[in-house]
């Protein structure tokens, strides 16, 4: 079993940046894709990217593209998600999950969340 801690969540205005972190526990961690999730108040959860076991093919969501970017330390069983150019609309709690083929399903083990705030 895989345990999943996020990190790096907080207030920030908008426009501003912030890294996220996800830690795991367990073996095997470059065997795992990665994924970053998001949900808003009153909203479904919602597919933010994906990164490889090896880091070098990534996917995102249309509306993160040239603003967030997902990368991985499989020495140190993280994973990261850089925010830039925070808006309201991307305040959310967000989740990492593991899955074990690249893609935006099939997510297995999941993170407790970290909630992002943005103020405008």
């Known amino acids: 079993q895989v345990q999943l801690v996020e990190s790096g969540g907080g207030l920030v205005q908008a426009g501003g940046s912030l890294r996220l972190s996800c830690a795991a526990s367990?073996?095997?961690?470059?065997?795992?894709?990665m994924g970053w999730f998001r949900q808003a108040p009153g909203k479904g959860r919602e597919f933010v990217a994906a990164?490889?076991?090896?880091?070098?093919?990534?996917d995102y969501a249309d509306s993160m593209k040239g603003r967030f970017t997902i990368s991985r330390d499989n020495a140190k069983n993280t994973v990261y998600l850089q925010m830039d150019g925070l808006n309201p609309e991307d305040a959310a709690v967000y989740y990492c999950?593991?899955?074990?083929?690249?893609?935006?399903?099939?997510?297995?083990?999941w993170g407790q969340g970290t909630q992002v705030t943005v103020s405008s």
């Open positions: 999950a593991t899955a074990p083929l690249m893609g935006r399903h099939y997510y297995i083990y």
């Open positions: 367990g073996r095997h961690f470059s065997n795992y894709v």
């Open positions: 990164i490889n076991g090896k880091g070098d093919s990534t």
